[in-house]
């Protein structure tokens, strides 16, 4: 069992290194709700295990092309964020953010999508390890949710430190949607063998032929 745990803390901490810094900024959005950051969170790294557990049972390999796919939601965020922020003229007043701000639940959504689009490649790294004992599933669920709390509390904890706050909160308005657009395009950069299979089969090594066959030495 500690064995497990250990397992779990190592794939997890692995995998999220650069969730920490996304956790950060959405923290540091004034706009958003706190609870709103930590359901979000909770919920797609909630979805990212069980779309790995689900594939683990059926012994499904998901095609890392369409894992890429997942790139459109924070590039989709991204471009929208970026059109509200010019067309706001980057004013910062209070009160128009807070009118405009989304619901709790457009919130959440957002968070869940962005953290499952950012963790979307880690499916290909949960899968193997879940396949192998699926006994252990419960264990690592259990690993995951504290490590995401620990996570939040991470991140919110940098956040609300008054020098870290205040440069976040100056820096990242105008950054985030940016940051969004990059993460995206390049999550979907990793679909480019939907529409070019030729640069996906560059990639594969050769099958060599079975002995006997015409063209082969005997």
Known sequence: ????????????????????????????????????????????IGALTLAS???????LAVPPEWVALLGLVP???????????????????GDGLERAA???????LSVAGV????GGDNIGVYVPVFAKDLSAVPAYVAVFAVMTVAWCIGGYVLVSHRLV???MRRVMRP????????????????????VM????????PATAPAPGTPGTAP
């Open 102 to 108: 989304p619901s709790m639940m457009s919130q959440v």
């Open 75 to 93: 590039l989709t965020l991204g471009i929208k964020a970026l059109w509200d922020l010019r067309a706001g003229g980057g004013d910062e007043g």
């Open 165 to 167: 706050a205040s440069t």
């Open 197 to 204: 299979p030729a640069t996906a089969d560059v990639d594969r």
């Open 53 to 59: 557990t689900a594939a683990a049972a059926c012994t």
């Open 175 to 194: 950054l985030l949607p940016i940051v969004l657009i990059v993460l995206g395009v390049w999550i979907l950069f990793g679909a480019r063998g939907l």
């Open 115 to 118: 953290t499952a689009a950012n």
């Open 1 to 44: 069992m500690i064995e497990t745990l250990l397992v779990g803390v190592g794939l997890f901490a692995s995998t999220n290194v650069d969730d920490i810094f996304l956790t950060m900024a959405f923290f540091s959005d004034a706009r958003l709700d706190r609870r709103s950051v930590v359901i979000g969170k909770f919920a797609g």
